[in-house]
């Protein structure tokens, strides 16, 4: 990232902030979730739903909200950051991973910090666990955020995994596609690679599943930003975070998210009537805009905004709508 792009980040965030209280929360399963809370704690409370599954917040995500304004709650889904177990562990096991639990630590999160209602905010796969959750439990949700959104249709998966997105990245593509081939040979025609990618992963051989955690993850990596950012490529490519990011992912995606096909956008009617805003990417690759555009059409109530800008959060365009919306929705 240039000098020039970072002052332009930086234009738009509000200044760093530490947490004034973290914790663990238990969730069942074996599974315990890191929390903090920053900003005001007699503040609107809000909670930032990330991305992936299975990327984690970070220090840069409390900054997408006045402090003195909001509670600002993150947290580390399961698998994932801060939370435990991590899916990088050799005996990792996802079983107990899925949407449902999502929705269900998301309602236990709200409950263990006394907030009676908050405001969700989330990006990529938040968006999508961000829908599921208040279509599960709108009277605890007073307004939505919603960034690149994704809402894990066929199409969707398709576009990005099995070869419509390589079209563009096609240096990329053939990385991604390199531990497949080495695997299973040349691919043939109607070859799926989020199932290909699952035997990898999901090896027990480190020689098999590191590699193929790195590939997967710097693909999404390498194709999130509009201009292409070395140091968001050199972050993804920790072997760690890339293989829990991976496994987590694939995990949800061979399951199509345990959404039927099309219910985010069909689920609407549930949340019409809250306060939301929509930002999306015109060029975002993983999560293409047409997804939005289904998404504003299903909910013309929403407040839809399309940039120029590509998916990630970092991108100045996107980060500027979103501190509007929750500058906004502050007041």
């Known amino acids: 990232m240039t000098t020039t ?9 509000y200044p760093g902030l530490e ?10 399963d074996g599974h315990s979730l890191y ?60 079983s107990s991973n899925t949407t449902g639990h999502l929705v269900a630590d998301l309602e236990r999160l709200r409950s263990a910090r006394g907030i009676e209602r908050w405001q969700v905010f989330g990006g990529s796969w ?20 919603l960034r ?33 081939i080495r695997a299973f040979g040349a691919l043939p025609a109607g070859f799926d690679r989020i199932a290909g990618y699952h035997r990898l992963l999901f090896d027990p051989d480190p020689a ?59 689920g609407v009617d549930a949340i019409r009537s809250i306060p939301a805003v929509i930002v999306q990417g015109r060029y975002d690759l993983p999560c293409p805009a047409v997804t939005a555009w289904d998404l504003h059409r299903a909910w013309p109530e929403a407040d839809f905004r399309l940039v120029q800008a590509g998916h990630a959060v970092t991108e100045p365009a996107i980060r500027a709508e979103l501190i509007k919306a929750t500058d906004a929705f502050a007041s």
Request: net charge negative; glycine share 10%; proline share 7%.
């Open 208 to 266: 098999v599943h590191r590699p193929a955690g790195v590939a997967w993850t710097t693909w999404e990596a390498a194709t999130s930003t509009l201009e292409y950012s070395q140091q968001l490529v050199d972050e993804f490519s920790d072997p760690d975070f890339a293989l829990a990011f991976a496994r987590i992912e694939n995990h949800y995606f061979v399951h199509g998210g345990w959404f039927t096909e099309g219910q985010l956008i069909a």
């Open 126 to 145: 938040g968006s999508a666990l961000a829908l599921a959750y208040a279509q599960a439990h709108p009277s605890a949700v007073t307004e939505l955020v």
């Open 35 to 94: 929390w903090e809370e920053c900003g005001n704690p007699a503040g609107k409370p809000v909670v930032f739903v990330h991305g992936g599954p299975g990327g984690g917040c970070s220090p840069l995500h409390r900054r997408l909200f006045d402090p003195a304004r909001y509670r600002i709650v993150l947290y580390d889904q399961r698998g994932c950051g801060r939370s435990t177990p991590h899916a990088s562990a050799p005996d990792a096991d996802l």
């Open 148 to 180: 690149g959104i994704f809402t894990l249709r066929r199409s969707e998966l398709d576009w990005y995994y099995n070869g419509g997105a390589g079209n563009l990245a096609p240096e990329w593509w053939e990385r991604f596609e390199a531990p497949l």
């Open 5 to 13: 792009e970072r002052r332009g980040i930086e234009a738009t965030l």
């Open 19 to 28: 947490p004034y209280a973290t914790g663990r929360l238990e969730v069942g």
